[in-house]
């Protein structure tokens, strides 16, 4: 009992205290009262001192996502983006981060951001952002057709390249169109208007090229148009290009008017060209259908008349109307940068009148008018329906084929275009989900699939092979290549070089690389990029300065200019086709048979020569030679003697006998072995590529 008691600390009397009374000592009363008494002071005490410790502040909870930009994140922390950049300064690696859109594409300098501010986050999926709200602008609704006026039809020539869309024009226009145009092919789409001379109606006349490469131009004519005058050879008749173009005009719902050319010729069956679209499901007015059709010679004008009255009467049955007082709707026909006056996009007005000074937005690109152009690029104050005109005042060369849509006012166009940017941005990033989701999922399988076979072999016997950054450096392309920096004239040029470029697909033998593609001459810096990759520089319809052709010589740089698109393709063939390796072929000289086999001594060596008789052509003793036996060549290689009679000699012709040594003594000829002489010949290769035309 005394050693237990002996074992309380004497710090705790009460409990001693208690010990002691519970085994029948006697503690005095006092003594237990002012143990209790000192044990609630000192507990009174620390309650007191705990009550002056302050309360620790829950801190506030921040939702955070990923791709957060520095506006995002300010507002979620309710400060302004000052605060941010300000936090920034502590954090490495945050420089690039110095605009309210940069988006903070690292999650963990987020949360130092959010720490560093005296708050907690909160993972959560991305908040709505302002594309919630629908900033977008678009088209007026319909106004009343009482306040509609007629406007004038849009009538876009199709056809088969070749078959005289350019002359037919010309003639209508009363100009010489086909003679500026390299090759006589149309390259891109012309837009002008004509006032007729008889019903002195005004036409708007859109030219899209009947050439194969162009026809995405051809879709966005059929879609921007009202009338389709289909353009067909008599002597030809329905073409590729034919049948393109009325499916087209098909699924534009767009009216054909058939325009037989050419029959000015001899020999022509214009009925004939007339049963041919019928496999096209084309049915001509005088076989019961509902399509014009008017036999023509655009190069002698002879019925043309007969065409104009037929597009009129078409554009009648149409009513065609629009609202000239409303904010301007039109089509982007083409665009382009011009050397002097800058970025101008050809635009066909559908809805309103365009004046100097108007805010327009197309796609992502925007413009404030500064200027108009008609076709003849004589200066114009306004632009009514179904007129086309060049646009001078883009920041940004629109796509050619977005609609354009007038505002009110330069910020409602501010808005308008961070809108549809900041939807480009959710759109591609959720792409960019969607991808890396693929990658993970390979990437995942790839795993699972190595993690059984090491299983199955067992882990000290798994050969795990090279590491994935040597798989890499091992597989980089090192063959032969083609880089190549395109620039061109107009936006729809380039487009269709393009398509025609994404046809190549013999990448195996000599890849293409198209580095930089563009609008406009040819600048300084496209020669500095191809430069870099050994590359060339193509330059479609674009002129060269002097000084990018001063530094492209002392960079070795070729820059190669082309007015024609075929002649730019087949210059891209042939420029593969030199960078392939020669085929090595086997060019037969002579061939032998082996009669009979001996062995002479050479020093103490026994040597097998082959007794032979040469049965076609000439053996040669500097070519080389293969034995063949039983239709397998058991030997490639020099030989070391030819012998006729007992003299050396270089050459044997045919149906002369000689002795044949090789360099290989181990090789015993066998008398019925067939011996070829030849030589190696280089055969250059030609790449394999399929254009369509």
């Known amino acids: 009992m005394t050693m237990l008691l002996r074992s309380f600390s004497t710090k705790c009397n009460l409990c001693f205290c208690i010990v002691r009374q519970s085994y029948g000592y006697k503690v005095p009363t006092r003594t237990l009262a002012a143990t209790v008494g000192n044990t609630k002071k000192k507990y009174l005490h620390k309650e007191k001192t705990l009550k002056n410790i302050p309360v620790k502040q829950k801190l506030p909870v921040i939702n955070i996502w990923d791709g957060m930009t520095v506006k995002d994140l300010a507002n979620s922390l309710d400060k302004d983006t000052d605060h941010i950049f300000e936090v920034m300064i502590y954090i490495p ?10 988006v903070i594409n690292d999650i963990e300098v987020i949360k130092e951001i959010i720490k560093k501010s005296g708050c907690k986050y909160i993972m959560k999926s991305k908040q709505k952002t302002r594309t919630q709200l629908d900033m977008d602008a678009y088209k007026r609704p319909q106004a009343h057709s009482s306040e509609l006026v007629r406007r004038p039809p849009v009538v876009t020539i199709m056809g088969h390249v070749d078959h005289g869309k350019t002359t037919l024009l010309d003639k209508l226009r009363h100009s010489n169109i086909v003679d500026g145009e390299f090759g006589g092919i149309t390259q891109h789409i012309g837009a002008f208007s004509v006032r007729l001379p008889t019903s002195k109606e005004e036409i708007t006349f859109l030219d899209t090229p009947g050439h194969a490469a162009f026809s995405a131009i051809r879709a966005r004519g059929a879609h921007a148009t009202d009338i389709i005058v289909l353009v067909i050879a008599a002597e030809d008749g329905v073409m590729n290009q034919t049948k393109e173009s009325i499916q087209l005009a098909k699924q534009a719902n767009v009216p054909i008017i058939v325009a037989i050319n050419k029959i000015d010729k001899s020999g022509v069956d214009v009925d004939l060209t007339k049963r041919g679209l019928f496999s096209e499901d084309v049915v001509l007015e005088e076989y019961g259908g509902e399509v014009q059709s008017v036999a023509i010679s655009a190069l002698k004008g002879t019925n043309l008349l007969e065409l104009q009255e037929a597009i009129v009467a078409q554009a009648e049955l149409l009513d065609l ?29 559908k809805q309103g009148t365009l004046k100097r000074g108007a805010y327009l937005v197309a796609g992502t690109a925007f413009a404030k008018v500064r200027a108009m152009f008609n076709d003849q690029g004589q200066p114009v104050q306004l632009a009514t329906p179904s007129q086309p005109v060049e646009i001078l005042g883009w920041r940004e060369l629109p796509s050619a084929g977005e609609e354009i849509l007038q505002v009110e006012t330069e910020k409602r166009m501010k808005e308008v275009i961070s809108y549809r940017e900041e939807i480009q941005k959710e759109e591609k990033m959720n792409k960019d ?46 063959g032969p290549q083609l880089c190549i920096v395109l620039k061109g004239d107009v936006d729809g040029s380039v487009e269709a070089i393009l398509d025609t470029l994404e046809t190549y697909n013999d990448h195996t033998q000599c890849r293409l690389d198209i580095i930089h593609y563009g609008v406009g001459q040819v ?11 050994n590359g060339t520089v193509l330059a479609f319809n674009v002129a060269v300065v002097e000084t990018v052709s001063k530094l492209a010589r002392s960079k070795n740089v070729s820059i190669k200019t082309f007015n024609v698109i075929y002649r730019l393709t087949d210059y891209l063939r042939q420029e593969l086709s030199n960078r392939l390796p020669p085929r090595i072929e086997h060019d037969v000289l002579g061939e032998a048979n082996v009669l009979q086999v001996f062995q002479i001594t050479e020093g103490k060596k026994k040597v097998p020569v082959a007794g032979c008789r040469c049965t076609s052509g000439s053996l040669h003793k500097k070519n080389l030679f293969k034995i063949v036996r039983e239709n397998e060549t058991i030997y490639e290689g020099n030989v070391l003697s030819m012998k006729h009679l007992k003299n050396e000699v270089q050459s044997i012709k045919t149906e002369v006998e000689c002795g044949l040594s090789f360099e290989d003594r181990t ?21 394999n590529w399929d254009i369509g035309f």
């Open 93 to 102: 690696q945050t420089d690039r981060y110095d605009r309210d859109k940069s």
């Open 321 to 349: 109307k629009a609202d000239v007082t409303s904010l301007v709707e039109g089509v982007v026909i083409e665009s382009k940068t011009d050397p002097g006056r800058g970025k101008l996009a050809t635009a066909l007005i």
């Open 433 to 478: 989900i969607v991808e890396i989701k693929k990658f993970q999922e390979e990437h995942d399988r790839i795993y699972q699939e190595k993690l059984q076979t090491r299983l199955a072999a067992g882990y000290k016997r798994y050969k795990r092979g090279p590491r994935e950054k040597d798989k890499v450096i091992s597989g980089m392309y090192d």
């Open 523 to 533: 600048s300084e810096n496209d020669v500095t990029l191809a430069d870099s990759f």
């Open 667 to 687: 090789i015993i000829p066998e008398p019925g072995d067939a011996i070829v002489c030849y030589q190696h010949k280089e055969v250059p290769q030609s790449i």
